[in-house]
């Protein structure tokens, strides 16, 4: 390791050793498994053999069943299942995979297979011969019967005693197929031709009689005999069979019990080799661990520790090693750069001292410039409210009510304006553009309007009050002109109530009247006009819609603060619905008491969700009025 200082050459020196190690275990590791793939297939392939030879051999002697149910005739269909079953075994040797067996157990195969079809051949010819043995038979009988006749008509008792004789020996050697019961045969009928030619009775047809009866039995002795041969063949075969079958079984066992045997051992090996690799990679590991130790993570070790130091307050602790790889410039240029960093260190004290310094009078300039706008927004709200009726005022001609005013910010761009006179009273809504210092400069032009029409030009019809105030916003911020730098206005709501006709007349610029009557809500829309913007229409006339007011109505005047909140468990609006909702659930207490349940309801819904808008709602009634009809 002392010729590679490089970190670089001693990675690759380690990577090329693992990768050899790699390879070369690979390697083994293939040769192996294929062995033990091979030992196991050769385990399957002579357990198929077998299981084969089995089959075939259960078949065999299924077909020898047949064979002599077939001689004994006890079956109809003996002769059809033979032939059934030879067919299944012909093809059972045809379908035997030649791959799985070897050079000497294929020798055999085809053995099986000459036999099989040698005693096919034997049981055919053997088939034959009793046919032919049949039709003999038949012979036999009919010459046998002719000389019958022949004797009857000399009616003699040595004739009638020879042929009882004949026919004694006839059933016999029918019965036991021997050779003794064919010579008593022939000395009997020899005796009877002798007998037939004494008494004179031979002539052409009996001499014929005589040569179809002695033909006949004659070729029943030889059918017989070929029939013993064929017998004796079958059997030959049957034992060849039951060798071949019995010694192909074996061999495949032997095959089988050696390939297993073979496999243990090379998976005794493989264990062994595991074991050894095992061994030889934990030993690597160590290595390759100590020279990381020593190269990388006992260096790093070392410049973690300088940090440690440097961060206790230890500013001359420096990284040292004897080695020149990459780990070891890494330390030294961390050298450097701590020698760097002390000596700017000292700088920048000087200089952070002097920035906190200027930091902390432009925060002092900043919270003293903060608190004046504090204490002007403060003296802004007084102003304002200052600019709103008095609510103590207010309860003396309309007790039954409720205010509910809720800036936004500090000050407000809702207001609510009321004044009273001989014959009634006016109430009004007024919500201004935006909100906070614009919205209250909006509340204060548009105040001063509504006062100065109101009260000054008593001017006390709803749609007048609307159309003339239009016209005084618009003008006042010269919104009517081309050369105009703004576009702010408002929306209106205002109803004028006649205390004597008992009457109330609502006009709106966008803003709504919400009445509840008989535990039902009403809803009036105000016009789809706004008042004061540059696009408003100074000569729009307003509409007045006038109410006849009943004993336990109730009125609600309302900003869109209000309905335009963002709350519940999918994050809507409250919308115009809920509210009336709300406005049917409340008419029925006291209006101190709707107030807090209108602000409870209200905060519920918005949760944590921010203030959309400022928020106004009236609400009054009049009960101690009696309806008109």
Same mark, same amino acid.
């Given at each position: ?20 190690l ?8 293939a ?7 091979t ?6 392939v ?27 005739r ?15 075994i012909?093809k059972?040797l ?11 157990l294929s ?24 046919a ?20 009857q ?19 016999n ?17 020899e ?6 030619k ?9 001499e ?21 041969l ?5 059997d ?19 095959l ?13 090996t ?22 990381i ?31 020149g790889?990459e780990?070891?410039?890494l ?9 760097? @960093?002390?000596?700017?260190?000292y #700088?920048?004290?000087?200089? !952070?001292? &002097? ?5 902390n /009078? %432009? ?19 007084m ?17 039954d ?23 009634g ?20 032009i548009?105040s001063?309007?509504l006062?100065?029409? @109101?009260?000054n030009?008593?001017? #006390?019809?709803?749609?007048q !009050?609307? &159309?003339?105030l239009?016209?005084?916003v /618009? %003008?006042s ?15 209106a709501?205002i ?51 006038t ?19 963002l ?7 409250f ?29 519920e ?9 400022d ?15």
């Open positions: 390791m002392v010729l590679f200082k490089s970190i670089k050459q001693k990675f690759h020196i380690i990577v090329g050793v693992l990768i050899l790699v390879c070369v275990g690979y390697a083994e590791l040769v192996f498994l294929n062995k033990l793939r030992s196991s297939e050769t385990v399957q002579y357990a198929t053999i077998n299981k084969d030879i089995k089959k075939l051999e259960k078949d065999f002697w299924e077909l020898r069943f047949w064979e002599k149910v077939v001689n004994t006890n079956h109809p269909n003996a002769e059809k299942q033979f032939g059934i079953t030879i067919e299944k012909k059972r045809l379908l035997l995979n030649p791959k799985l067996f070897t050079e000497q020798g055999k195969t085809l053995q099986i297979f000459r036999l099989i079809v040698e005693y096919k051949n034997a049981f055919d010819q053997l088939m034959q011969y009793e032919d043995q049949k039709a003999n038979r038949i012979q036999t009988d009919s010459s046998y019967n002719a000389l019958a006749s022949v004797i008509a000399n009616n003699e008792a040595d004739f009638y005693r020879l042929l009882g004789s004949i026919e004694q020996f006839t059933a050697h029918q019965k036991n197929r021997g050779d003794p019961e064919y010579q008593a045969f022939r000395t009997v009928f005796l009877l031709k002798e007998k037939f004494k008494q004179n009775l031979m002539n052409a047809r009996v014929s009689d005589f040569a179809n009866l002695e033909h006949s039995a004659t070729r029943d002795f030889m059918l017989e005999k070929e029939m013993r064929i017998y004796k063949r079958l030959e075969i049957s034992m060849g069979l039951t060798g071949l079958f019995s010694n192909i079984s074996q061999s495949a066992e032997k089988s019990t050696k390939a297993i045997s073979t496999g243990k051992r090379l998976r005794d493989l264990h062994l080799w595991f074991l050894v690799s095992a061994g030889i990679a934990f030993i690597l590991l160590l290595v390759i661990i100590n020279i130790a020593k190269t990388i993570v006992n260096p790093i070790r070392q410049m973690s520790e300088v940090v440690t130091e440097i961060k206790s307050g230890n500013d001359q602790a420096r990284f040292s090693s004897g080695s790889d780990i070891a410039e330390g030294f240029a961390f050298n450097d750069m701590l020698e760097t @960093i002390s000596e700017h260190h #700088h920048l004290e000087e200089l !952070v001292e &002097k920035r906190t310094a200027e930091l /009078k %432009t925060l002092e300039k900043v919270e003293e410039a903060n608190k004046k706008i504090m204490d002007s927004l403060q003296y802004a709200k102003i304002q409210r200052s600019m709103l009726t008095n609510l103590d005022m207010i309860k003396i001609y309309l007790p009510s409720f205010f509910v005013w809720m800036p936004r910010d500090i000050v407000s761009g809702d207001i609510f304006f009321t004044d009273s006179f001989d014959d009273f006016v109430i009004a809504v007024l919500d201004c553009t935006g909100h906070g210092i614009p919205g209250a400069f909006m509340t204060m548009a001063s309007g006062t100065r029409i @109101i009260r030009e008593k001017c #006390h019809d709803p749609a !009050v609307l &159309k003339q239009n016209f005084t /618009k %003008t911020l010269q919104q009517d002109t081309e050369y105009a730098v703004s576009d702010d206005g408002l929306d709501a109803c004028l109530v006649n205390t004597k006709e008992k009457t109330l007349v609502f006009a709106g610029a966008r803003l709504p009247l919400v009445y509840v009557h008989n535990d039902t809500s009403h809803i009036i829309k105000g016009d789809r006009q706004s008042l004061g913007y540059r696009k408003s229409n100074t000569d729009f006339n307003f509409t007045n819609q109410i006849s007011i009943e004993q336990g109505m109730s009125f609600y005047m309302l900003t869109d603060g209000f309905i335009d909140q709350g519940g468990e999918k994050n809507r609006r919308g115009t619905r809920r509210f009336r909702n709300l406005a049917e659930q409340i008419s029925r207490e006291r209006f101190e008491k709707q107030g807090e349940m209108l602000l409870q309801t209200f905060n819904y918005q949760g944590e969700n921010e203030r959309q808008d928020v106004t709602v009236i609400g009054f009634a009049f009960n101690d009025y009696q309806g008109q009809t």
